[in-house]
T-cell receptor, first 111, second 114 residues
Framework: TQLLEQSPQFLSIQEGENLTVYCNSS?????LQWYRQEPGEGPVLLVT?????EVKKLKRLTFQFGDARKDSSLHITAAQTGDTGLYLC???????????FGTGTKLQVIP | KAGVTQTPRYLIKTRGQQVTLSCSPI?????VSWYQQTPGQGLQFLFE???????NKGNFPGRFSGRQFSNSRSEMNVSTLELGDSALYLC?????????????FGPGTRLLVL
């Protein structure tokens, strides 16, 4: 069973600051996804990365997949209050949909 | 296109009872997955159905079961409810099966077991 550890668990920052969230495992992933979940809603997919070393940018969000495909990071530049939420990484292996979610990082951006 | 819908949104049950939750996927999506979310354990995979067949199952007891109908709608059943079953149950649909597929989540059903 893959275990995905996210750090930090909680993060409270001021608007305009930068932050990085990490997702680590001892297992190799075939792919990794990042989601954001807001209170009262289900998670929403932000990005999928599949290649070791891959970097994807989504406006102020930068996602990196480790070279060995065991870890990933999410960097947010100039955080905004709208970035507040629970960030989850999720990894899968094999052909089926058995996806393992990380422990989550709860981000609060203070105006 | 309508998103994933789940009914009911909130549910209160007592220990020993059983409950059935419903999920309607996005039109055209054939895969439906179910997850349990709790503050202590996070988001955990329950099972996935694809074209009416259970493709994968997480590490949950047999009290948790599900099914998928020919129109891809899915139901999840929990029998002999325990206090620890209190959680947010999320359903997600995707076009095809596979860990790289984009899953679209519903808003969830919040179950409270007293």
């Amino acid at each position: 069973t893959q275990l995905l550890e996210q750090s930090p668990q909680f993060l409270s920052i001021q608007e305009g600051e930068n932050l990085t969230v990490y997702c680590n495992s001892s297992s190799v992933f075939s792919s990794l996804q990042w989601y954001r979940q807001e209170p009262g809603e289900g998670p929403v997919l932000l990005v999928t990365v599949v290649t070791g070393g891959e970097v994807k940018k989504l406006k102020r969000l930068t996602f990196q997949f480790g070279d060995a495909r065991k870890d990933s990071s999410l960097h947010i530049t100039a955080a905004q209050t709208g970035d507040t939420g629970l960030y989850l990484c999720a990894a899968g292996s094999g052909g089926y949909q058995k996806v393992t979610f990380g422990t989550g990082t709860k981000l609060q951006v203070i105006p | 296109k309508a998103g994933v819908t789940q009914t009911p949104r909130y549910l209160i049950k007592t220990r020993g009872q059983q409950v059935t939750l419903s999920c309607s996927p996005i039109s055209g999506h054939r895969s439906v997955s179910w997850y349990q979310q709790t503050p202590g354990q996070g988001l955990q995979f329950l099972f996935e159905y694809f074209s009416e067949t259970q493709r994968n199952k997480g590490n949950f007891p047999g009290r948790f079961s599900g099914r998928q109908f020919s129109n891809s709608r899915s139901e999840m059943n929990v029998s002999t409810l325990e206090l620890g079953d209190s959680a947010l149950y999320l359903c997600a649909s995707s076009l095809e099966t596979g860990p790289r597929e984009t899953q679209y989540f519903g808003p969830g059903t919040r179950l409270l077991v007293l």
